[in-house]
């Protein structure tokens, strides 16, 4: 699956911004749904992942509240809206993609095949 990332951009402590992630490929509705960011000389980090069944959810405590991740598998999206931002927020966001992985390891970025280019997220103070 090939995964192209859209909707960052600048904005203000306490905006809102909505990310999307088109995918392009087949069986879209199988894939477990991820977003990650990653700050300049940080590692990547999880921020969100949705399940490609059920569509069950999982956040990382720093977003909880303020993010939503959903997903719809006739467009072949992922989205995340992103409201009370921080800056501490400001990141590249990538999104990724995968079959397999367990819920274990859905905060991984490892577990993941496939990623998006990402797309960046400035939050002035």
């Known amino acids: 699956v090939q995964l192209q990332a859209f909707g960052g951009g600048l904005v203000q402590t306490g905006g809102s911004l909505a990310l999307s992630c088109a995918a392009s490929?087949?069986?879209?509705?199988?894939?477990?749904m991820a977003w990650f960011r990653q700050a300049p000389g940080k590692e990547r980090k999880f921020v969100a992942a949705i399940r490609g069944t059920g569509g069950i959810t999982y956040y990382a405590d720093s977003v909880k509240g303020r993010f939503t991740i959903s997903r719809d598998n006739v467009k072949e999206n992922v989205y995340l809206q992103m409201n009370s931002l921080k800056p501490e927020d400001t990141a590249v966001y990538y999104c990724?993609?995968?079959?397999?992985?367990?819920?274990?390891?859905?905060?991984?970025?490892?577990?993941?095949?496939?990623w998006g280019q990402g797309t960046q997220v400035t939050v002035s103070s």
């Open positions: 990724a993609a995968d079959r397999g992985v367990i819920t274990s390891a859905l905060a991984t970025a490892a577990a993941y095949d496939y």
């Open positions: 490929g087949r069986t879209f509705s199988s894939y477990h």
